[in-house]
């Protein structure tokens, strides 16, 4: 191996091990992994796969006028976690191109990187699901009402089994995913510790961000009272849309 693909190696192992310390890398180290890896003309040239061209999603509602959740917090989870992660996933997949010319590189160097592409990818995606889901008067309707009622009697119920799976996330780090499964065709709030954490075939209609950047600025470790928050200011009518969406599929 060259000195320049090993000294990319070890890059990439890196962001791996700095990305399981913290949990999510911020926009200021985003930049930083991003650096000095191949730039527009190279990166044209790669694989749709490797091209890492995603662009982060602006915030789809004024984040001064949510109802028990701070400006200061949306702007800097958006700004720093989500765009992050956005950017991350760009460095990742132009560098698994760049070392995918390596012939010599052994495949474990290259399994941290590929596990770091399925981290960003879970996170960009939830993230833009949580902010689409935001915005909203906290009043269900809709189809996705009818969902509901179906299959867990009454949204009263689903309510309480949602916030329970949330709270049992409190302290720690992940997501509550209320999702219809396409494979089984069933409805349930998914409790996924991570990123990476979900049931195959799952399509989130309502995505709760249980990290603690998500709420740490504004309630300390009161994780519950996030959680009452949030219920608030869902947005039914995206959550309905996705439900009618994913029905008809
Ligand atoms: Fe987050």
């Not at 999603?57 to 992050?84: V, W």
């Not at 992660?85 to 760009?90: D, E, T």
């Not at 799952?202 to 998500?214: F, I, K, N």
Request: charged content about 25%; overall charge negative.
């Amino acid at each position: 191996m060259s000195e320049l693909k090993r000294r990319d190696a070890i890059k990439g192992m890196l962001v791996g091990g700095a990305a399981l310390a913290v949990g999510g890398l911020s926009a200021e180290d985003a930049e930083s992994v991003t650096s000095n890896i191949p730039q527009n003309a190279e990166a044209a040239q790669a694989s749709r796969a490797f091209r890492g061209q995603h662009q982060p999603k602006p915030l789809p509602f004024d984040p001064a006028k949510l109802r028990g959740i701070s400006e200061k917090l949306i702007r800097s989870h958006h700004e720093n976690n989500y765009t992050g992660a956005v950017k991350a996933l760009n460095g990742v997949e132009q560098r698994l191109d760049a070392m995918m010319k390596d012939k010599d590189l052994p495949a474990y160097v290259y399994g941290d990187l590929k596990r770091e592409e399925l981290v960003r990818t879970g996170s960009m995606i939830l993230h833009e699901y949580y902010f689409a889901n935001l915005g909203g008067e906290g009043k269900p309707g809709g189809a996705v009402l009818d969902l509901i009622k179906q299959w867990f009697g009454s949204y009263e119920q689903w309510e309480a089994e949602f916030k329970r799976t949330a709270n049992a996330l409190g302290g720690g780090s992940g997501w509550v995913i209320f999702a219809y499964n396409s494979y089984t065709g069933e409805a349930h709030n998914y409790w996924a510790w991570d990123h990476m954490h979900n049931a195959p075939m799952s399509r989130p209609l309502l995505a709760l961000d249980m990290y603690e950047h998500a709420y740490h600025m504004d309630y300390g470790a009161a994780a519950g009272k996030y959680v009452d928050a949030f219920m608030q200011n869902v947005k039914w009518e995206e959550v309905s849309r996705r439900a009618e969406e994913a029905l008809r599929k």
